[in-house]
């Protein structure tokens, strides 16, 4: 069994590994903060990364409730730079889509960066959002253990299966 963060990890390990890119983000929402942070980010900038919840791509798309298609990050208005100016990368497309509970409550997204071979299309957001779609029971209960204990606490264990794309939490 694993941690709920090794489970978030292995579903950014997914998302990025389907679409074939550099770097991929969970971002959760604090509602007492009214900010979007980063749960799980993949590369060497190890520090939480916090964003206004209404701000940047990752928040146009938590406030809409709908995936985006960003093909040059520098020349959407919606792009932070000041993320990149932080952690050294280079964004240069993103693939970003809502998380939702299973019953549709929105907790978060999920943000793919630098898709590596041809750019971001319509097919890479419907498969990222499909994949959203199927680890719904997870994301319900990251939320559950959020709402209980605190983003500093959760423990929830998992079991992750392959060969059938199943997620076991315990």
Not at 113 to 122: P, S, T
Not at 147 to 157: F, L, M, P
Request: hydrophobic share 30%; aromatic share 8%.
């Amino acid at each position: 069994t694993k941690s709920l963060d090794e489970a978030l990890e292995t579903l950014v390990k997914i998302t990025t590994g389907t679409i074939g890119a550099e770097r991929g983000t969970i971002f959760l929402n604090d509602s007492s903060t009214g900010e979007l942070y980063s749960r799980i980010a993949q590369g060497n900038f190890r520090r939480e990364i916090r964003i206004l919840n209404n701000k940047g791509v990752a928040g146009w798309v938590f406030t809409r409730n709908e995936g985006t298609i960003i093909h040059d990050a520098y020349k959407d208005d919606r792009f932070n730079k000041a993320v990149d100016v932080r952690t050294g990368f280079r964004t240069k497309s993103i693939l970003c889509a809502p998380l939702r509970t299973v019953s549709g409550e929105k907790i978060g997204v999920s943000q793919i960066l630098n898709k590596v071979d041809g750019e971001v299309d319509e097919d890479d957001l419907g498969r990222l959002l499909n994949e959203m779609d199927s680890w719904k029971g997870c994301i319900d209960e990251i939320t559950l253990k959020l709402k209980t204990y605190g983003k500093e606490k959760i423990h929830t264990q998992y079991e992750y299966n392959n060969d059938n794309n199943e997620l076991i939490i315990y």
